[in-house]
């Protein structure tokens, strides 16, 4: 990414440098604009206002991923006995 830019090792310690230098001048810093970004839960899928889509699995309870961990376990000792 860097090369691409034509950024060397130089010029990147000076890069900082410079960006030290004016935080130290004025280190109050400027609020970023907040994006009007909306979403929407269908499922496991969050829609957002801008059209991009992303996954997030539901937080399941203690119970449910114990009920899990039985059905897993299950699984594996039948596969275990058919061998």
């Known amino acids: 990414k860097y090369i691409e830019a ?3 090792a ?3 310690e000076d890069m900082y440098t410079e ?3 004016k935080i130290r001048e ?3 810093g400027e609020p970023a604009e907040k994006k009007d ?3 929407e839960r269908d499922g496991d899928t969050m829609k957002a206002s801008d059209g991009t889509e992303h996954t997030r699995s539901h937080k399941i309870t203690l119970e449910a991923r114990r009920e ?3 059905a897993k376990i299950a699984a594996a000792q ?3 006995m058919e061998e």
Do not use: F, N, Q, R
Request: net charge negative; no cysteine.
């Open 78 to 80: 039948a596969k275990m």
């Open 10 to 12: 130089d010029k990147m």
């Open 37 to 39: 970004i909306s979403y």
């Open 68 to 70: 899990k961990v039985l």
């Open 26 to 28: 004025d280190p109050t």
């Open 19 to 21: 960006a030290h230098e």
């Open 6 to 8: 034509g950024i060397e």
